[in-house]
C-alpha cells in the first residue's frame, strides 16, 4: 500500500485564486514530482525534486512554484488560477537509492477553476 | 521520435485472450516500470524491471536491455483488467529522471 497523500482530493476555485496542492509521503523518499494529466491524455511533469532544497522544473512549470522544506512534503502552489489550470494533479515519489525502484503515485487531486 | 514508444496505442480484447503491450525505448536506462491506471483512478505500480522477467498474478513483464525493448503480457484477460498501461524508465535527462510512455488504453470485453 503506497503511503502517499494528496490534498485536496476534488476542488472547484475561481479564476486568479492562489491555490496550494499538498503533497506528502511517509516512506522517506528523496524523489517526488507533481505531473498534471488531462482525462484521458498522457501524463507532463511540472516539477521534480531529488531532496530537500533542490527543485527543478518540467515542461509545464511556468505557471506554478514548488517547495521542498522536508523530505516528506511537496507541496505545488498555482499563484494565479486559469480556466487552463483544470486539470488532475498527480504527486509521485520514489527513492533515489539504488539502480531504480518502485514508483508511487498519490490518488490525485482534481481541480476546476471557473 | 518519442524517446519511449508504445504499441498499441488501443487494444480491444474478449474475455479470456492472450494481451501482450509493447513499450520501447531509446535512452539508456537503469530501470523499467510498469504503471496501470484505471478510469478515473490513481496510477499503480505493477512491476519495476532491470532485467529479465517478473510475474505477478495474470501478468508477466519483460525485458530484454540488448534489444531495449519491454513488454507486458496478461493471461486470461478479464473485464477488470481494463485500463491504461504506461510505461515508463529511469533515465538520466530533464525529465527528473523519469520518462513515461504515452499509455495503452486496453479494453476486455466479457
Known amino acids: 500500500e503506497a503511503d502517499i497523500y494528496q490534498t485536496p482530493r476534488y476542488l472547484v476555485i475561481g479564476t486568479g485564486k492562489k491555490i496550494t496542492l499538498e503533497c506528502s509521503q511517509t516512506?522517506?523518499?528523496?524523489?517526488m514530482y507533481w505531473y498534471q494529466q488531462d482525462p484521458g491524455m498522457e501524463l507532463h511533469l511540472i516539477h521534480y525534486?531529488?531532496?530537500?532544497?533542490?527543485?527543478e522544473k518540467g515542461d509545464l512549470s511556468s505557471e506554478s512554484t514548488v517547495s521542498r522544506i522536508r523530505t516528506e512534503h511537496f507541496p505545488l502552489t498555482l499563484e494565479s488560477a486559469r480556466p487552463s489550470h483544470t486539470s488532475q494533479y498527480l504527486c509521485?515519489?520514489?527513492?533515489?537509492?539504488?539502480?531504480?525502484?518502485?514508483?508511487?503515485f498519490g490518488e490525485g487531486s482534481w481541480l476546476t477553476v471557473v | 521520435k518519442n524517446e519511449v514508444e508504445q504499441s498499441p496505442q488501443n487494444l480491444t480484447a474478449q474475455e479470456g485472450e492472450f494481451i501482450t503491450i509493447n513499450c520501447s525505448y531509446s535512452v539508456g536506462i537503469s530501470a523499467l516500470h510498469w504503471l496501470q491506471q484505471h478510469p478515473g483512478g490513481g496510477i499503480v505500480s505493477l512491476f519495476m524491471l532491470s532485467s529479465g522477467k517478473k510475474k505477478h498474478g495474470r501478468l508477466i513483464a519483460t525485458i530484454n536491455i540488448q534489444e531495449k525493448h519491454s513488454s507486458l503480457h496478461i493471461t486470461a484477460s478479464h473485464p477488470r483488467d481494463s485500463a491504461v498501461y504506461i510505461c515508463?524508465?529511469?533515465?538520466?535527462?530533464?525529465?527528473?529522471?523519469?520518462?513515461f510512455g504515452k499509455g495503452t488504453k486496453l479494453s476486455v470485453k466479457p
Open positions: 516512506m522517506g523518499h528523496d524523489k
Open positions: 515508463a524508465v529511469n533515465a538520466g535527462g530533464s525529465q527528473g529522471n523519469l520518462i
Open positions: 525534486s531529488y531532496g530537500v532544497n533542490s527543485t
Open positions: 509521485a515519489s520514489t527513492s533515489n537509492r539504488g539502480t531504480g525502484n518502485t514508483i508511487y
